[in-house]
């Protein structure tokens, strides 16, 4: 039997992904963000579950005749409750903002999901894609990142939960490989949590992962193909 305790924790996560929280209870998640890594990791895993669908959402409204499709399957009253789509303007720049897209419309988002089911013109279907989390802990026992990722995409989520660098240190993380090396994937921000985008050959290293390590390195120096400075911390990936 589930905890309900989890399961309270699970839907304060998901509906602070949402955003469907008031000004107070925004605040308090954000505090519980920084001292609750359970929390932080269902934050994240609901945020690499929900933000595939924000980013990949077509920038074209569904026309009349899927609707009349969804309708036909759905019912009128089942479907009257979902507002139809509007057009959303495509974004410039590179990717979409994860808050913006769903500050626009979350229901907008569980409805362009309906169409996506109706719009299958193929049989053949994409691997289910795997939710990832390690819980990267410090030599002392201590929480000190959450790393979340969603294969097939090119986002990894990282939440710092643990104390910032001594000064003139800089955190790097490693990918654990599991026939032994390491592999580097980047300087970690302690004070804010990042996105981190891969390319499609990063990807699937994660993908491929055992889990993380953290060094800590003098800032300013270039990294190498190992790490230059003491492992601080470790966590191996899991699937949720």
Do not use: C
Not at 150 to 176: I, S
């Amino acid at each position: 039997m589930s905890d309900p305790r989890d399961e309270a924790r699970d839907l304060n996560a998901a509906e602070h992904v949402l955003g469907v929280e008031d000004a107070d209870a925004r605040a308090a998640s954000q505090a519980r963000l920084r001292n609750d890594p359970a929390f932080a990791a269902d934050v994240e895993a609901w945020e690499a579950r929900l933000g595939p669908l924000a980013e990949d959402a077509p920038a074209e409204a569904p026309g009349a005749h899927v609707w009349t499709r969804i309708e036909q399957a759905t019912g009128d009253n089942v479907i009257a409750a979902l507002p139809r789509p509007a057009a959303k303007p495509v974004a410039s720049g590179k990717g979409v903002n994860f808050w913006r897209g769903w500050a626009m419309a979350a229901s907008a988002v569980a409805a362009a999901a309906l169409v996506g089911v109706f719009m299958l013109t193929t049989p053949k279907m994409a691997p289910a894609p795997h939710h990832m989390v390690a819980k990267v802990m410090g030599m002392d026992g201590k929480p000190d990142v959450v790393v979340s990722y969603t294969t097939g995409t090119k986002n990894l989520m990282l939440t710092p939960v643990g104390d910032m660098p001594p000064k003139g240190m800089t955190p790097r993380m490693w990918l654990m490989r599991k026939d032994g090396s390491v592999m580097l994937v980047g300087d970690v921000d302690m004070a804010h949590p990042e996105r981190k985008q891969l390319n499609p050959a990063m990807a699937d290293e994660v993908a491929h992962a055992k889990g993380v390590m953290i060094s800590l390195e003098e800032a300013g120096r270039q990294p190498g193909r190992k790490p230059s400075g003491p492992m601080v911390a470790k966590g191996m990936f899991s699937l949720v």
